[in-house]
């Protein structure tokens, strides 16, 4: 069944109430601090999940939420004969810079940039003479067509791209905070519970037994 941040949140203060008055805690959880936590136990268990795939040799999508990020300023880089732009959110880490999953330009979503992973960047030897590709082993790699990779927050590309103005982004993200509290979760139902029990372990609970949950869900049917 879908969730929601507030259906979460409600859950795990009935369970949090129970614990407290069992174990003699004077402490009530603030929703406010609740879906924060909440953010990041959904994190952890999509990062968790991701890997998983890749270790069971999975490199199609991951099961974890593909955002758009419309219309991303490019900037020049002129000195170095390249452009950029910045990263509107942080991506999971993930293998081979996997968490930034697109790049193209506003317009173009068929004419996708060529990721290059970061440590090889130096290594394939781009280079560039009067804006055609001129040395490195990248020729065959790249044929001709603009490179990117990542350097913390920013994507760099190799040739200047100035002369596109915006391009689109897909990130392998949870940006929980572009969903209301209403609004349903990028979460598959048999991950609420490790969502839950994450949240737990933030707040010092330790591990709450499946039928401690169950015994609250059918309190409340």
Known sequence: MATSKKKLA?????????????????????S???KVLIEQAMNR???????????????????????KYSAQSV???????????????IPISLPMD??????????????AYIPIVAQDFQVMGVGYSGGNQSEGINTSYLEQ??????????VYFTSDISSVSTVDIHLLVS??????????????PEY?????????????????????????ENSNT
């Open 45 to 67: 268990v999509l990062k968790a999940q991701t890997f998983e795939r890749f270790t069971d040799g999975y490199i199609d999508i991951p099961r974890c939420n593909i955002a």
């Open 10 to 30: 409600e859950e795990i203060q009935r369970i949090y109430a129970r614990y407290a008055d069992k174990e003699n805690i004077d402490r009530s959880l603030d």
């Open 32 to 34: 406010r601090e609740l």
């Open 192 to 216: 609420e519970l490790d969502v839950m029990q994450e949240v737990f372990r933030m707040l010092g609970m330790g591990q709450i037994s499946q039928a401690e949950i169950a015994a609250n």
């Open 98 to 111: 996997m968490g930034v999953w697109q790049i193209s330009a506003t317009g173009s979503p068929y004419a």
């Open 145 to 154: 067509q603009v490179g990117y990779y990542i350097e913390g927050r920013r």
């Open 75 to 89: 900037t020049a880089d002129a000195s170095n004969n390249r452009s950029y732009v910045d990263l509107p959110a």
């Open 175 to 188: 940006d929980l905070s572009l969903l209301g509290d209403n609004d349903i979760l990028p979460l598959s």
